[in-house]
């Protein structure tokens, strides 16, 4: 329990300190890949959108809120760990308003699930960048 205060306390005060828009990106991933819906929370919009879209075996692209979002992140099992590792990270940032194009690969349990393209867009309120839509592509990794 202790370790989980003190993780909760560490990204609470990352955030603080995510006055940047590339710093709220790395937290957020450092987030998902920890399943702290906290930190999440506390970095998007609470109307959040998010579309993915599954490239095989034919392409479909599904809708999913904040709440949903968050929910899917809570059912996965403690002892299923998850890593979506970004690389390649390209940005357009104005002063109220960033978009950022970033690669990645999703790992379970160490091995690879899938591979795309997050696309993330990001506002500036009361000086403070939150995520407001995340878009990606998901493409199955070949299995031998």
Known sequence: MKFIVLNILIFMSLITHAQTSDKTVNVFF????QKNIAVIDSLTLDDLKLHSLQ???KSNVSFSTKKEFQEGLKAIPKNINIEERIF???STVTEYLAQYTIPYEFYV???LSHSGINVLTLIKIDNRWL???IADTRKKAKTN
């Open 30 to 33: 450092e987030a998902l890949n």
């Open 55 to 57: 490239l095989q075996p």
């Open 88 to 90: 390649d990270i390209e």
């Open 109 to 111: 349990n160490g091995e």
């Open 131 to 133: 995520i407001s839509y």
